[in-house]
């Protein structure tokens, strides 16, 4: 029987950032079930640091697994930090859309992130992913490009204080711009997961009709 009711939403899909371990996202996760939710939590392999393209073909995949589970046809995706940018190229250069219902990018570089061109510098230049998260990579590019698909409500949720992902950094065409209630410079980017208001305002955007 498919869940698509009403009373009965969809199970979440999380995708989890660069470089923090999956039990970040688990935990997360079980502050969104708290709000009524199933959730399944997602790691890319290498902590994050792997090929975009790569990690974005594994949440394909993993999404496919959670609908012959739980019986639906589409999921609710969220994308924490790099996992946002993730999810979007997921939505709109994979064919995606048509499995997901809501995305929202927590904190995520959609757009590219400045930061990321501290990959001229070894180690990071050894890591494809921030690499491909400056605003001149071929991979956002190809993003840009890619038209949004009409048939996702998209929303992009950034903080004040965010030194990650300001927001030219997390705002892209095609996505609403939602302003967490919390932040506070330097660590914006990281209430952004801790701040309880700020996990219940994710929640109310997957509740939305």
């Given at each position: ?208 009709p």
């Amino acid at each position: 029987m498919k869940r698509e009711h009403h009373n009965d939403p969809l199970p979440v899909v999380i995708i989890n950032g660069l470089g923090a371990p999956h039990l970040a996202a688990r935990m997360y996760g079980l502050m969104v079930a708290r709000e009524g939710f199933s959730v399944t939590t997602l790691a890319p392999s290498l902590l994050g640091g792997g090929d975009i393209r790569a990690a974005a073909r594994e949440v394909g995949r993993h999404i496919e697994q959670v609908k012959r589970e739980q019986g639906t046809s589409q999921v609710n995706l969220v994308g924490m930090s790099l996992g946002g940018l993730i999810g979007l190229y997921y939505l709109k250069c994979l064919g995606g859309a048509k499995n997901v219902a809501r995305f929202v990018s927590i904190g995520g570089p959609l757009n590219g992130a400045q930061i990321a061109y501290l990959s001229a510098v070894p180690p990071l230049s050894w890591v494809p992913a921030v690499r491909q998260s400056r605003p001149d990579s071929d991979l956002i590019d190809e993003l840009r490009q890619a038209p949004a698909p009409d048939e996702v409500a998209m929303f992009s949720v950034g903080t004040r204080g965010d030194i990650i992902t300001p927001p030219a950094s997390r705002n892209t065409n095609g996505i609403v711009e939602i302003d967490a209630p919390v932040g506070v410079f330097p660590i914006g980017h990281w209430c952004l997961f801790l701040a309880p208001q700020n996990i219940r305002a994710v929640a109310d955007l997957l509740k939305s009709p």
